[in-house]
């Protein structure tokens, strides 16, 4: 819900609340399915706003409870275990960074930092190793071919 929740985050102590932003949530974007438009976006910071002017935590709860019924406000809190939810597994393995190239690196190219990065993508790209292991691959020398903006993975080294 693009207004219980940072609602209830501000409820619970939020200083700051991350929103996306569209015009239109059919655009191509990875994100615009559930990105906010202008109108959802000022209704979010309205009830924000309205939320943070209470004068306590309970208070807030409170409200928001009576708005949007105790078992939503309840479940929506948790237990303070993140799981993956299922709407989430789908871009999960493909939106956390992982090691990317940033240009074409033919067979033999020394991995160095100026030639790949740490990045997310939002394109269906091939996802790469995982930022820990970083450091490990600097330096080696792939032996296939990376296309731009591709993950570098284990297979494409020796």
């Known amino acids: 819900d693009p207004v219980m929740v940072p609602a209830a985050a501000a409820a619970v102590g939020a200083r700051y609340i991350e929103k996306h932003l569209t015009l239109k949530n059919s655009d191509g974007g990875l994100d615009d399915p559930i990105?906010?438009?202008?109108?959802?976006?000022?209704?979010?910071?309205?009830?924000?706003?309205?939320?943070?002017?209470?004068?306590?935590?309970?208070?807030?709860?409170?409200?928001?409870?009576?708005?949007?019924?105790?078992?939503?406000?309840?479940?929506?809190?948790?237990?303070?275990?993140?799981?993956?939810?299922?709407?989430?597994?789908?871009?999960?393995?493909?939106?956390?960074?992982?090691?990317?190239?940033?240009?074409?690196?033919?067979?033999?190219?020394l991995v160095t930092t100026e030639n790949t990065a740490l990045l997310r993508s939002e394109k269906k790209l091939r996802p790469g190793i995982r930022p820990e292991f970083y450091e490990e691959i600097l330096g080696k020398t792939l032996s296939r071919p990376v296309a731009s903006g591709e993950g570098v993975t284990l297979e494409d080294f020796k």
């Open 35 to 109: 990105a906010l438009t202008p109108e959802l976006f000022s209704s979010m910071t309205r009830s924000v706003r309205e939320i943070e002017s209470l004068s306590s935590r309970e208070d807030a709860l409170d409200s928001l409870k009576k708005q949007f019924g105790a078992e939503r406000i309840n479940r929506l809190l948790g237990n303070g275990v993140k799981t993956l939810a299922p709407s989430e597994a789908a871009n999960y393995g493909r939106t956390n960074r992982s090691v990317h190239a940033l240009h074409e690196l033919p067979p033999g190219t």
